[in-house]
């Protein structure tokens, strides 16, 4: 069974024309990440689900699920 802080998250592999792997995910907003190989992109998305969750939980961002517009300042 699963830890009560895990989560599954559903992402999308894609093998870029530049021989790189990318990893976005529709359960995870802002998901994206890169890397050599399958196992590197699982594992760098994976670093990336948790601190884009975690940035969600410390700022009270409502679920990926919901509609919000939300102000982005660029530096």
């Known amino acids: 069974m699963f830890n009560v802080d895990e989560r599954i998250v559903r992402i999308h592999i894609e093998k870029l024309p530049e021989g790189v792997y990318l990893a976005t995910s529709d359960d995870v907003q802002g998901l994206v990440a890169q890397g050599r190989t399958i196992t590197e ?3 760098i998305a994976r670093d990336v689900v948790r601190k884009l ?3 969600q939980s410390d ?3 409502p679920q990926a699920s919901e509609s919000f517009d939300y102000p982005l300042i660029v530096g």
């Open 41 to 43: 992109t699982l594992e």
């Open 59 to 61: 700022i009270h961002l």
């Open 53 to 55: 969750l975690e940035a």
